[in-house]
Every structure is written in structure tokens, then in C-alpha cells.
């Protein structure tokens, strides 16, 4: 693109977020009220006389054009209304309504138009940009749209794009760096956030969940802890049916503390939401066991000779990068309590599993002492 062209761009965005903004002040309650929109519209009258030709040739402001010939005809007829008689009253308080209707309409015109432009930006960058940071920038502002909500014109323009699609290649393409990749696994959360009807579905059927596992960065753990939080039984479901329980449990012997964090996380999403055999499935792989030891750990780095708190303790961590008080503190109590508390297993499983835990707990403390810490823990922690 060259100099002219981009400079020609850039005012068309500037005007077309005027007139966004401005547009919100025609969206003011408009029966029976003081309000006065003239200055408004008048406002946006300057800014289409100055743009109509730019407006009447672009295929995707055509209409756009059309919003501002009616509101100028609205602001004519409202002119011809001055008087204080009822009729005239009442045919201002019409005439107001249908400015009311332009604004929303004109609002929602320029944000189409936003998006459209943002989802071919957004695809152009990521299949064409080798410059790693043109292509996170695209998808921070991606999120942030998301963010705003539910959008069904959005949710067309994204699913008509094969947006999923792409971004799932990205994260299963182990030859991207970690820094794409962890944003596109923020993206795909948001897109379960934005509408788990049309998302979830894609996610399960797909291999974003094991991508996430097999990155085992802290920002793909704390995704995948979203998601179990998001999706919930399916998610937990899937989980145990391919086998990935024990890999998320082998992250607890990581020597990144926001990692190990982070599959603590998973592991108690996984115990509230989890059925039987997902239960089994993690105390198979050892998971009181390594609990117990985190614990252990947790305590004794928690004050060094001369008393003073540990970088654990106060949150720092260079290789980590952990920012938190304690993160494996009454761990195994807390995995209790979400297994206790549970939606899919039954009262007597739940007592099972509890005897279960506290029969791991003995076999794996050092000491009487501790042994008899963490089982008091689990059974005041957890429910009679």
C-alpha cells in the first residue's frame, strides 16, 4: 500500500469513528425528553457532505451513505415542526424516534464495517505476515473484540473466515514460537467465552486441547484450566477417553512453579467435573503422592534458617515467574474438598475416593508429624 493510499485509509477510519462516537448521542431515550439531537445530527451531516463520494464509491459504506441521506431528511422534517401545538408535538417526538433508530443503525453499519475489516486483517496477517509481531498484534486485537460480547454478524464474518481453523493450525504448529502460540490459545478461549454453543463443539472435536497439553507453557496450562472451567463435563470427559489426565498430573513435577500452579488448577476442575474413572484415573497417576510431596516442599521452603520468607512464600520466581502467596498450600485438602463437593460422582464413591486419599496420604508423609498435618486437613476440610 502505498503512502497516498494509507493516508486516504487512515482518514476514512478517523471519520468512521466520529461518526461511531457520535452516533451514540443519537441514542437517547426519545420519548417525551428535552433532548435535542440537531447538533448531533448536524455534526453528522458536515462529515457526510464532506464524505458522501468516498461513501457512494466504497461497496462496503454504500449503505452507510444511504443512514446519513435519511438522517438529513429526518433533521428536514423535524425543522418543519417548531410549534408547541400537539400535532406538532407528537410529530417531533416520531421524528425523534426514527433519529433514534438511525443511530443505532449507523452504529451498528460502522461496526460491521470494523469487523469485516479487522477479520481480513486478521486472516491476511496470519496466513501472509512472517513478522511475528504484525501477527500478535492481530489476535491481541482480535480478543479484545471478542470481548465485548456476543455478536451474531461477528460470529458470521469469523465462522465464514475459517477463523477456528487457522488459529487452530497455528497452535498445533510446533515450529511457531511459544509467543504466537500462547495468544492463539488466549483467542480460542475467548471464542468459547464469545459462544460456547458453536465453540465448544469445535474445540472437543479437535486437537487444541492435546496441543495445549503438549506446550506445557504457563499460558497454555492456565488456558486449558479456562477451558475446563468453561466446558466442563465434556471437556473432563474427553480428557479421561484420550488418555491426557495422567500427562496434565506429570506437570506437577515441572521445575516451573506458574506450571505446576496451573495443573493444580486443572486437576481441581478435573475433581469437581471429573466422573469415576477420571477420579481413578488421577490417583493412578500418582496424584496424592505428588501433592503430598508440593506440600511438603511448600513448607519447608517456606521460612529458610534465618526465618525470613523464601521466594515462594513471597511470590517471586525468575524461572517461574509465579506471582502468588503460597500455591500449593493445603493442596491436598483442596483436591478433597473439590472431589467432595463434586457434581458427578456419588455419595458412596465420594467416600471412597475420601478413604482412598487419606489411606495415600500415610503411605506417602515422612512422618508422623506430617502424616497427621494433612490428614487432619482432608477431614476438616471436606464435608462429614
Excluded at 459504506?61 to 422534517?77: P, R
Aim: glycine share 6%; proline share 3%.
Amino acid at each position: 500500500m502505498d503512502q497516498a493510499s494509507n493516508q486516504d485509509n487512515q482518514r476514512l477510519l478517523s471519520l468512521l469513528k466520529s461518526l461511531q462516537k457520535a452516533s451514540k448521542d443519537l441514542q437517547k431515550p426519545p420519548f417525551f425528553s428535552t433532548h435535542e439531537p440537531q447538533s448531533t445530527i448536524e455534526h453528522f451531516l458536515e462529515l457526510e457532505k464532506d464524505e458522501s463520494p468516498v461513501f457512494d464509491n466504497h461497496p462496503n459504506l454504500f449503505k452507510l451513505s444511504q443512514l446519513l441521506c435519511n438522517l438529513k431528511t429526518q433533521l428536514e422534517k423535524l425543522q418543519k415542526f417548531q410549534g408547541y401545538s400537539l400535532p406538532c408535538i407528537l410529530r417531533r417526538q416520531i421524528i425523534k424516534y426514527k433519529i433514534y433508530q438511525l443511530g443505532y443503525a449507523i452504529e451498528t453499519e460502522i461496526q460491521a464495517y470494523f469487523d469485516r475489516e479487522s477479520v481480513q486483517n486478521l486472516v491476511g496477517k496470519l496466513e501472509g505476515s512472517a513478522d511475528e509481531d504484525e501477527k500478535v498484534k492481530v489476535l491481541v486485537e482480535f480478543e479484545k473484540r471478542l470481548s465485548q460480547g456476543f455478536d451474531i454478524h461477528f460470529q458470521d464474518l469469523i465462522l465464514k473466515a475459517k477463523i477456528f481453523s487457522i488459529l487452530e493450525h497455528l497452535l498445533c504448529d510446533s515450529s511457531c514460537s511459544i509467543r504466537i502460540r500462547d495468544q492463539v490459545a488466549l483467542v480460542i478461549a475467548s471464542l468459547v467465552r464469545f459462544n460456547k454453543d458453536v465453540f465448544v463443539g469445535l474445540v472437543l472435536m479437535g486437537p487444541t486441547v492435546g496441543a495445549l497439553i503438549s506446550m506445557s507453557s504457563c499460558c497454555s496450562i492456565r488456558v486449558l484450566s479456562l477451558l475446563i472451567n468453561f466446558i466442563r463435563i465434556p471437556l473432563v470427559d474427553e480428557l479421561e477417553a484420550h488418555k491426557e489426565i495422567p500427562r496434565i498430573i506429570s506437570l506437577l513435577s515441572s521445575e516451573n512453579v506458574e506450571i505446576q500452579a496451573g495443573a493444580i488448577d486443572c486437576i481441581l476442575g478435573i475433581a469437581y467435573y471429573g466422573r469415576r474413572e477420571a477420579i481413578e484415573a488421577m490417583l493412578e497417576a500418582g496424584l496424592v503422592e505428588k501433592l503430598v510431596k508440593l506440600q511438603r516442599l511448600e513448607k519447608q521452603s517456606s521460612v529458610d534458617e534465618n526465618g525470613s520468607k523464601s521466594d515462594r512464600e513471597s511470590g517471586s520466581n525468575e524461572e517461574g515467574g509465579y506471582v502468588g502467596n503460597c500455591p500449593f498450600e493445603g493442596c491436598v485438602a483442596r483436591f478433597a474438598v473439590q472431589l467432595e463437593s463434586g457434581e458427578m460422582l456419588s455419595k458412596k464413591e465420594k467416600t471412597e475416593f475420601k478413604l482412598e486419599i487419606l489411606r495415600r496420604v500415610r503411605e506417602s508423609s515422612v512422618s508422623e508429624a506430617e502424616m497427621a498435618s494433612i490428614v487432619a486437613e482432608v477431614l476438616w476440610g471436606s464435608s462429614p
